[in-house]
């Protein structure tokens, strides 16, 4: 089988395109022929190197990927049933989605929802799973979209720019924050109301400031989510799930103990299947037809690594679909 296949050279990281034997394959009860994958920022972080993401090499990166059962020991499928893949440390320490097969649990699959093909479902991947789980978050902390704007951060990343679209489709006002001016067409026709620079939101934030949010999805953490935290409404909800401008919190205990504000986490790669099936079912359902080609670039296995350098330069808008077959 063709793969990106990951090796250490010292402190380095060189991926390429390798013909690999698939017995080689990790241990699993489902073999499944992948036709998609996609390129997510944690993927970015292992393929470049730039992340401590993979502790075994070799390893074939791509945390999430879409394809069809080739052969099961797993009852619930069938050789030629489509399946979707996102978490479950595949891509990070179990051999992953960028290659023509994988081997894995039958526990980590999801069979493909009514109104989904598998290009589709890598067009959102992990990236678009995950920006369900956070707009699942709001509503099950109560924010309803007559409640006020919702704020969405790293917008024109994956799970900004699906977090954009989803909430935009179920009535809600959308105001995007983005470090490039440029992007505000896009965010715009995805349906944010409003595009807002993230330079507004890079200085220390006072402990309480205006409050200006219902609600909102963070993708970027650090000074940024605590000035998000710092505005949020009486009784708001923010689903926090990323962390592309810094890992930290610099934040106080004011907004939640004086505004009764609620701070979400979310994780996309242990999420239970009830869950995930729900998630996915959603997705299928919400998304207008032109998000799918508004938020795609497709590239192929080859193009994978430069891509991914790109990510990490904060070159790349929206959903990056890698066509595997
Ligand atoms: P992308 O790289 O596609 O998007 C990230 C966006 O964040 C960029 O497009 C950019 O948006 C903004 N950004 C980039 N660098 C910085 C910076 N230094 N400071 C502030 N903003 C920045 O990544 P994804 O959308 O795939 O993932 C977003 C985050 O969510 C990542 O941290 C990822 O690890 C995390 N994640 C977490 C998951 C979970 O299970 N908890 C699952 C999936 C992702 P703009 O230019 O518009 O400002």
């Known amino acids: 089988m063709r793969a990106l296949l990951l090796e250490q050279q010292g402190e380095q990281v060189l991926a390429q395109v390798k013909n690999i034997d698939s017995n080689l394959l990790p241990v699993g009860d489902v073999t499944v022929e992948v036709n998609w994958s996609s390129l997510n920022y944690k993927d970015a972080l292992a393929i470049t190197g730039k992340g401590k993401i993979i502790r075994h090499f070799p390893m074939v990166p791509g945390i999430d990927f879409a394809g ?26 179990h051999w992953g989605g960028l290659a023509e097969q994988a081997r894995v649990s039958g526990e980590w699959l999801v069979p493909l929802p009514a109104g989904l093909d598998e290009r589709k479902a890598m067009i959102l991947g992990t990236a678009g799973f995950t920006a369900m789980l956070c707009v699942m978050a709001l509503e099950e902390g ?38 490039r001016d440029s992007n505000t067409d896009y965010l715009k026709s995805l349906g944010a109301k409003e595009v807002l620079p993230r330079s ?15 609600g ?9 989510l605590a000035r998000v935290l710092a505005q949020m409404n009486y009784n708001a909800t923010v689903a926090a799930c990323g962390l592309a401008g810094g890992y930290q919190l610099p934040t106080t205990v004011m907004p939640f103990i004086l505004r009764n504000v609620r701070l979400q986490g979310i994780d996309s790669v242990h999420t239970p299947f009830q ?21 795609t670039q497709e590239i192929l296995l080859e193009e994978v690594p430069a891509a991914a350098a790109a990510l990490m330069n904060n070159n790349v ?5 890698v066509k595997i077959r």
């Open 68 to 93: 069809q059962v080739y052969s099961s020991q797993d009852q619930r499928f069938k050789k030629g049933q489509s399946v979707v893949l996102t978490g479950w440390g595949v891509g990070e320490n």
């Open 142 to 179: 109560g924010v309803k979209p007559a409640d006020g704007d919702i704020l969405v951060t790293g917008a024109s990343g994956g799970v900004g720019s699906t977090a954009v679209a989803l909430l935009a489709a179920l009535g809600y006002n959308v105001t995007a924050i983005s470090g």
């Open 200 to 214: 507004d939101y890079i200085e220390t934030p006072r402990p309480l400031e205006k409050q200006l949010w219902a």
């Open 216 to 224: 909102a999805i963070d993708t970027v953490g650090d000074k940024l």
């Open 275 to 295: 869950r995930r099936q729900a998630a996915w079912e959603r997705l299928a359902n919400i998304l207008p037809e032109s998000f799918y080609q508004q938020a």
């Open 317 to 321: 808008t929206g959903r990056t679909l």
